[in-house]
Structure formats: C-alpha cells, structure tokens
C-alpha cells in the first residue's frame, strides 16, 4: 500500500479553470503538509495541517485553499488557475516534529 | 530556521563512501539537521535526521560536529541508485504540530559506474 498518494499524477487544464489535488495517507501521522515545486526545482511549503487545524499558512494566493475532511486527507483546491501555477505539488505527512516525513509521488500541473 | 550551506555538486565511483558535507553555522539549539533526497521526478525521500549526536540507520550515517556548525552526511556504499539531489535541512520542530522544512539547491550527487 501507498503510504501517501495523491491523484491525479498528472493534470493538464486551462487558464481560469478550478482544479483540486487529492492526498490521503495511511500512516497514522497526525500532520500533513502541501509543498509546491517549481520550474527551478525548489521546493517550498505552502500548507500544514495538524488534526484537521490549519498550522502553517505560508504567503500563497488566495485561490489555493486546502482542505482536511479527516487527518488521513488533506486536498488541495485552486481557483482561477494562472500560468504561473504550473509545478509539481508535493503532499506529505508526519507524526508530529522530530520526525521524518513521507512525501507523495507529486502532481504535475500544467496550466495552458 | 538557520541556513544551509551545500556544494552544488559531488560524483562518486560506485562502492565507494559518499560523503556530503553541510555547514550550517547559525544553527540554534533547539534546531536538529535533517537529510532529505530527491530522486529525479519523484518526491524527496527522507532520509536521517539528529540533534547533536551521530546517528546512523540502514541508508547512511550523520555525523554532526561538535560545535553543531556542520555535518556530513555518509552513504557508506554507494550505488547508482543514489544518484539524486541531497538536501540539508536545519529546523526547530514543535512535537505536537509537525515542523516546516526549508529547502535549499541541494547537492546533485552523481554516481558512477
């Protein structure tokens, strides 16, 4: 079993359109995380949850909103996609600090 | 989250020890050294992790130096397989809410046969 997956793999949409990302994991872990990794390959995060409560809120655009029905998923939703929203985006999990994380296989998102 | 200091880029013969330094001079106390590995296109792996003392598990050693102002990471065999960008990660974590981790550039380390 996947320990964090995410669907889809890949997701090619137009300018404007509204997109989600789906995660889950089945580790346990009480944390997880979106990170966003762009055309020069760094990486950064953009979300944390923590038992469903929002922890970490970096400086993203309003129309990425994510979403944590239950700690095992935390979606990623985005509004108005634009160009620059083009990346791989990254879900983690981990079982609160000292930890490690489990990172997911990535979503490729191309906005055209 | 202190900084992170990494040669862009390392080859290693495979077999052979591959070591992968970091300086990371500002780091506080409370701050541990974290290893991570990106193998091209898929998401980064983690790999080690410690507060002051050597740590090693069943991919690689780390070795912290005393003053903490900087490690270096051991894969103490390598294989093709390592090929990848390795990342250097200092960050205070919170038990209870999980932690951010700042990624820098990395080192690409290339082995070969």
């Known amino acids: 079993d996947t320990a964090v997956s995410q669907t889809p793999k890949y997701l090619v949409t137009q300018m404007g359109n509204d997109k989600s990302i789906k995660c889950e994991q089945n580790?346990?872990?009480?944390?997880m995380y979106w990170y966003k990794q762009d055309s020069k390959k760094f990486l950064k995060i953009m979300f944390s949850?923590?038992?469903?409560?929002?922890?970490i809120n970096e400086t993203v655009p309003n129309r990425f909103s994510p979403k944590s029905p239950d700690k095992a998923h935390l979606n990623l939703h985005i509004n108005s996609l634009e160009l620059g929203d083009s990346a791989v985006y990254f879900c983690?999990?981990?079982?609160?600090?000292?930890?490690?994380?489990?990172f997911g296989s990535g979503t490729r998102l191309t906005v055209v | 989250d202190a900084k992170t200091t990494q040669p862009p880029s390392m080859d290693c013969a495979e077999g052979r020890a591959a070591n992968l330094p970091c300086n990371h001079s500002?780091?506080?106390?409370?701050?541990?050294v974290y290893w991570y590995r990106q193998i091209h296109s898929q998401g980064p792996q983690y790999i080690i992790h410690?507060?002051?003392n050597n740590e090693t598990n069943e991919m690689a050693s780390l070795i912290i130096t005393e003053d903490r102002k900087s490690s270096t990471l051991i894969l103490p065999h390598a294989t093709l397989r390592d090929t990848a960008v390795y990342y250097c990660?200092?960050?205070?974590?919170?038990?209870?809410?999980?932690?951010?981790?700042?990624f820098g550039k990395g080192t690409s380390l290339l082995v070969t046969p």
């Open positions: 983690a999990s981990s079982q609160g600090g000292k930890q490690g994380y489990t």
């Open positions: 990660i200092v960050s205070s974590t919170n038990s209870n809410s999980g932690y951010a981790l700042n």
């Open positions: 580790l346990g872990h009480d944390t």
């Open positions: 500002t780091i506080s106390g409370n701050e541990y």
């Open positions: 949850y923590n038992n469903k409560e929002l922890i």
């Open positions: 410690g507060l002051k």
